[in-house]
């Protein structure tokens, strides 16, 4: 008897997964599907760089076995990947990166026939061909989905060998380096390496948002007073939390606050003036869920309020 698909893993959940999200995501798979394989063709193969993870073996093996396209290799590649995944990952990621790897393999078919190619400054190609890829990559994992290969092998062995997934792309990559240093010399093996790393820099902003925040954790005896002072002349929320000095045992505050790193120099000013001794730590946050005022120019509501635009 086959095993159930395991209930937190089915990729819904009480309330149904909205049809217009779905939407969004398809439209940013096929956005950064097409965006990729575009890069690939125009500034990767015509200059004989590889990819990364599976699109880089793909190439390899399309080096050897010119008469089968990339495209194809692509997907035989990733068909085992995905049986592999179908009962040991969400079903909506399965589905988004089961049309990720069609529309590319497919797109890598076919785009060849109409792009150019750009043969002229192998440096450029690798940069401009590595923010491409990144980009493409990152819009498809954004939309929760993937482009397969070392994807899907990384969050399974994540979850069963506590292996992160950066750890299994760094090792593909580096035997795919390996290889084309062999193959196509190691010209183009460092060319490679390049674009790689400018591919996987730019897969992280997309990823994690250009837009990053700080994080404020403040240690004060004048709690009131700089919370008073955050929240009226700059608009941030603040939590404040009891604490201890470690060595004085002098009864303090916590205060923490997020803000935009172009509200970060007077809030240090403003902190120095009400409580020289206060001690802070200054952490970046890729992401904020929840209740942040993009502007400090609206209002704050009161307590009393919050509750009620909730509802």
Not at 62 to 73: K, S
Not at 90 to 104: D, H, I
Request: net charge positive; with cysteine.
């Amino acid at each position: 008897m086959p095993k159930a698909r395991p209930a937190g893993k089915s990729g819904s959940s009480s309330q149904p997964y909205p049809f217009r999200k779905h939407l969004r995501n398809f439209f940013l798979i096929t956005l950064g599907s097409l965006i990729s394989s575009a890069a690939y063709v125009i500034f990767v193969s015509a200059n004989g760089l590889l990819a990364g993870g599976v699109w880089g073996v793909a190439a390899i093996c399309n080096h050897f076995l010119p008469v089968l396209p990339m495209g194809l290799f692509v997907f035989l590649l990733n068909l085992p990947l995905l049986f592999w995944g179908w009962r040991r990952l969400s079903l909506r990621f399965v589905l988004y990166t089961v049309y990720a790897v069609l529309l590319q393999s497919g797109l890598l078919l076919f785009l060849p026939a109409y792009l150019p190619r750009y043969c002229n400054e192998p440096l450029l190609a690798c940069l401009f061909g590595g923010l491409l890829l990144g980009l493409g990559g990152g819009l498809v994992v954004r939309a929760h989905g993937s482009g397969g290969g070392t994807d899907i092998v990384g969050i399974i062995l994540k979850d069963k060998y506590d292996i992160s997934v950066g750890s299994i792309s760094l090792t593909v990559n580096a035997v795919v380096v390996l290889l084309a240093g062999f193959i196509f010399g190691f010209e183009p093996a460092m060319y490679t390496m390049v674009e790689l790393y400018v591919n996987s820099v730019v897969f992280n902003q997309v990823l994690e948002g250009l837009n990053r925040k700080r994080t404020l954790l403040i240690v004060t005896e004048h709690g009131e007073a700089l919370a008073e002072r955050l929240l009226h002349e700059f608009g941030r929320g603040v939590t404040m939390l009891p604490a201890e000095g470690g060595y004085t045992h002098r009864p303090k505050q916590l205060l923490i606050c997020v803000l935009s790193r172009f509200e970060l120099a007077g809030v240090k000013e403003a902190i120095h003036q009400v409580d020289p001794a206060a001690f802070i730590s200054i952490s970046e946050t890729h992401e904020v869920v929840g209740r942040f005022r993009k502007s400090r120019e609206l209002p704050l509501p009161m307590p009393g309020e919050i509750s009620q635009k909730v509802d």
